[in-house]
DNA sequence: GTGAAAGCGCTAACAA
DNA sequence: TTGTTAGCGCTTTCAC
């Protein structure tokens, strides 16, 4: 009995078998001429996209998956969705993959490692062909299982002991070092930092830089100013009302980021301080609303353009560079200040 | 010669067959151990997912799609990541389809119905099991291709003429006269309008609603005062500079959503127009982050939570109740004022 | 260049 | 209840 006996002229979507009936060749030959294989003849191609367009064929991918091996489906794992920075950031890594012929799988964790280690399976079942996950820093141990696997893997920030994972090191340093020094040359001593939360490493790295850039413009490091808040809005409103009960108050407040700092901006605003010439604010991240903030926000950028261009990179030369030992496995992503309207000179410089 | 003769004992990750061969059963019975068959023994199902723990074993989904013909893939398009409004809706949507056992698929057109289509083929490719269209009535005429394939729908806003395309309509109108109301009894007599993208069905819908709630508050409708924008917030910022140039100054700004609201409350401030004293402004969507404007922005609440449900609660209509005439396909989302400190009585009262 | 056929990992029909 | 097996739609040897 021939193994495909069942097959009835039911209504169903058009396979490559009905491609290849219509243009008179075989399924191999389908299959050659899609795939854009050089040993079909001009003849022939031309028939089968003809009889593609006719039926309004398309492969069906999870049959190309299963014998391939290959998905073309790239995962992105983001801290959370609903911070600006993140949209703009899986926009860009979209924008890349489709043009390289990619699909892409979008994953937020809300900071929650068991959310990230779920979302992790899924993109191992989906058998994503390389996962970026963005998340900055944050219980990437649970992703063992990943590389474990075989599958390319790119992190923001952290370093995993494996040929199949790669790290974009982001530069803070170079940006929160301008941004203290254009603080400085205004006249500024007294410069807060509003962290992002511990939990963090990249909220760590940056409260680390700002610790260091203060040192080496000459400034004093005053624990009392440097607080832990969590990268949203809410977090910066709260930092603020912590900072403005000390004594002594800063003239100047940096933040972890953009989200931080325009709830700082807000909260200043509810206490009629005024922004700049009350209190300079900068923020770290540039998300396209921080030149639309009241004031616009002078703030550090860190281009969404260039981290989703090194996440795809990584992920690529992993792909299709697998077996080179010289093969880039850390990619940089600097950063720069953007002035903007929320930094002025103090009204009353300090000593 | 047997078919599978060419198994090797090849380093490869664990398939169905490795696990049936741990626990001692046919891949039969793992198979229906995994999917929650009760017809399998308590004693065989321990041994199955104790195999399955031990391989670290994780089912390949596109074996299982291409056999079962379900991809537990849904789709959701929407018009523009970087509008926050649409990442909060689709934190809801994945919410709700993870907790269903279902993944998601994400695009953004950025309105641009050449990407709509690209979209619609790709997730057709990918064999989502239904697809939620966010664009708000833009351009859906090429998403024949996805009801034509039979795969369920979802609209917002848009009709389509197919036993497989569900909609969900949104009411504005309750939402709009509750805006136009709470103006009026402010004491508002001349409000304008900045609508969005005339491209857009829900632009349209709105703008009307905006129209019947002047007229039935018996107040004057000028048409100098409805100004196409494009729902973004530099639409918005250039909106309200055209409104500025008029002669007739409106006491009360209406918009089609909050981005533009929030465009016109920066305008606004750069021209030293207080708001709310000296200009009442209002929103559309009620976006995470109109809380926390300067003033807080009052605005008309769209539920991302309630619409997110709607468009889950329709695709899995079609899916589970496909061949039942009753079944419902149409859904509605309402809309309602929420009161922040961007309105209030006008300071020099109109006739 | 082109075609025949094996088989990717799974589900479901059928047999036992 | 459990096992055997066909076959989902495609890519990829291997012949010719």
Redo the contacts between chains.
Sequence with gaps: MPRRSKRKTAAK?PDIRAVAAIAKVSIATVSRTMNGSSLVSERLSKRVWQAIKQL?Y??????R??VSGR?RLLGIIVEN??N?F???L??KF?EIA?AHGY??????TNSDPVVLA?CA??M????ADGVAVMTFGEEEPVLD?IT??GVPIVLAEFKLDDPKASTILLDYSTGIHQAIQHLASLGHRSIAFLSGPHSLHSAITRENDFRAAIQSAGLQLQKKWIIECDHT?KGGVAGFEQLSKLTAQPTAIVCSNDMTA??V??AA?MKNLRVPQDLSVIGLDDI??AE?T?PPLTTIRLSRADLAHAAFDALRAQLEDSGNPRMQREFLVSTSLVVRGSTAAPSKPEA
């Design positions: 979507l309004n398309l492969p069906n991918t999870h049959a998956t299963l998905s969705i609903t600006p993140f949209p703009e899986i926009q979209e489709v699909e892409i799988l979008v994953s937020s779920a399976r899924r191992l079942e989906r058998k299982q474990h696997r809005l325009i709830g901006l807000r605003y396209d609303f639309f009241l």
